[in-house]
């Protein structure tokens, strides 16, 4: 199956459908042990702050596998690799329930890490191929909201899920459906098209591929485009709660922060994304990075007021998190279909760094006296380098092809 399709054929849409549940359950995977970590820390007698390393687990191990491990798509098949991942993801899974210690949990949570990692990219890689043409950034998008899905559900599911048979049925329950998913991937996933490389081509590994030219200023584009924005969305979304109260919220109106910027990336991403398949890549992201620059700079300068702090966040925080979501459909376009998965890994793993570093810049500013005003004044920073990355993106994309055509 290949992107040359018109339009949705049955068959692509039950391919994209179930790219869209390895990515729910990937998402479903990522927020499982923080949900279920006050009843592991209630059941096993351990205080849930010695938990730190465990909960980074899966974010290391994600970036690992996705720079080491997901380039095994683009050499061995995509296909394979992303049935041989989810089998490993609903085992690890189910593997972390038997966890009693510390170390324990840090062991399977990294080897599960490792797993998503070869997993995720792949995915992406296989949906933007398989895309119909002037689809892919709306397709993309779609497919990777199973990721934002996969987390809500988790909470909703949680306390059930708990109810029934404990902390370990988070684990249990779910990484038994993987392991029924990994089944069905077997028999209903297409096999792919095998692409003919150049002979240059054939003698260079994709990673080492990226990494030279023509590619290499293109890569830097991407994983800078994509981790610095990652710094800047879960700068925003670990400390926000934090510091509204400070501005006279309430706990609950704090709380219900978090759901307004994401509520309103799922918008964002949906316009973004029909921007971007109507070849106007560069206006959508420039566009909404000035719009979020200046919700932020409004933010620290109004006065607090729930009203309109709410909307500028759902613009802020929201564009954040809708570019976030587009940015892999803007550079799918970029590289070849056969380091694809590769290009897309060496993005995440740069991610998960700025995804580390936004929270941790956020509480040194908090620590030394940073109010809601210092602290959004601080959130342009970030969205200001972004927009001066999209205004790269052309010439990535010009340096990215071997003839020199766009």
Not at 58 to 64: A, K, R, T
Not at 227 to 235: D, H, K, M, Q
Request: aromatic share 8%; net charge positive.
């Amino acid at each position: 199956m290949t992107s040359e399709a018109t339009g949705f054929t049955p068959r692509l849409i039950l391919s994209l459908f179930l790219c869209g549940i390895i990515l729910f359950i990937d998402g479903y995977d990522l927020a499982a042990l923080p949900l279920a970590l006050p009843h592991i820390a209630t059941a096993l007698d351990i205080p849930p702050a010695r938990f730190g390393f465990a909960l980074s687990a899966v974010l290391l191990g994600l970036g690992v596998g996705a720079v080491l491990l997901a380039p095994l798509g683009d050499r061995f098949g995509r296909r394979r690799t992303i049935i041989l991942s989810v089998i490993c993801i609903g085992l690890l899974t189910m593997a972390t329930a038997t966890g009693t210690s510390i170390s324990g949990f840090i062991v399977w949570r990294l080897l599960t890490g490792l797993a998503l990692g070869a997993c995720l990219p792949n995915v992406t890689a296989l949906a933007a191929i398989w895309a119909p043409p002037g689809r892919r950034a709306s397709t993309l998008t779609i497919v990777s909201l199973g990721i934002s899905f996969g987390a809500i559900a988790a909470g909703l599911i949680a306390p059930p899920l708990v109810a029934l048979g404990g902390w370990r049925a988070l684990f249990l329950l779910p990484g038994a459906a993987t392991l029924v998913l990994a089944v069905a991937l077997f028999l209903l996933f297409p096999a792919e098209q095998k692409m003919a490389p150049s002979v240059d081509d054939r003698a260079v590994r994709p990673l080492a591929r990226i990494l030279r030219k023509p590619l290499r200023f293109p890569t830097a584009i991407f994983a800078l485009l994509y981790g610095i924005n990652a710094f800047g969305l879960y700068l925003i979304t670990s400390w926000t709660p934090t510091l509204l109260p400070q501005a006279g919220f309430t706990l609950d109106q704090a709380a219900r922060s978090i759901t307004i910027i994401q509520s309103g990336g799922l918008v964002v991403a949906l316009a973004l994304a029909w921007l971007i398949d109507r070849n106007h890549a560069v206006l959508a992201l420039a566009g909404a990075y000035v719009t979020i620059i200046v919700a932020f700079t409004l933010l620290a300068i109004l006065p607090a007021d729930p009203l309109s702090w709410n909307m500028l966040l759902l613009v802020a925080g929201g564009g954040i998190v809708g570019v976030h979501l587009c940015i892999m459909a803007v550079v799918t376009g970029v590289f070849p279909p056969d380091c694809l998965a590769t290009a897309i890994g060496f993005g995440v793993a740069v991610a998960r760094i700025g995804a580390i570093g936004g929270p941790l810049a956020g509480g040194w500013l908090i620590g030394h006296g940073a109010g809601p005003s210092q602290f959004f004044l601080f959130a342009i920073l970030p969205m200001a380098l972004c927009l001066l990355i999209t205004l790269a993106l052309p010439a990535a994309r010009r340096a990215g092809q071997p003839d020199g055509t766009a």
